[in-house]
Nanobody, 115 residues
């Protein structure tokens, strides 16, 4: 069993930056593909950006060039660096870890971008 905990959320002005972290406990995270999703009120949860076990990354068009993802397997942590934030980035951000049939989600963390 893996538990994922997100941290680093909060309130930031448009154009600013914020760094989220997803830390895993319970077992090694290194073989997991990890992704960030987000959900804003009245909308479906959407994929934002992900990183495979071999550090290959993929991001949605809406955040390309603004968000980056990285992993530190020694710390069992995946980080999301968000820059040039826009009000439309406001959402609850969720971390998800997947390997084989194992699929775990964090509890989510609020990110609010003010205009």
């Amino acid at each position: 069993q893996v538990q994922l905990v997100e941290s680093g959320g909060g309130l930031v002005q448009a154009g600013g930056s914020l760094r989220l972290s997803c830390t895993a406990s319970g077992r090694s995270f290194s073989s997991y593909a990890v992704a960030w999703f987000r959900q804003s009120p009245g909308k479906e949860r959407e994929f934002v950006i992900g990183i495979a076990w071999d550090s290959i990354t993929q991001s949605s068009d809406s955040v390309k060039g603004r968000f980056t993802i990285s992993r530190d397997n020694a710390k069992n942590t995946v980080s999301l660096q968000m820059s040039s934030l826009k009000p439309e980035d406001t959402a609850v951000y969720y971390c998800r870890g997947v390997v084989g049939s194992n699929d775990f989600w964090g509890q989510g963390i609020q990110v609010t971008v003010s205009s």
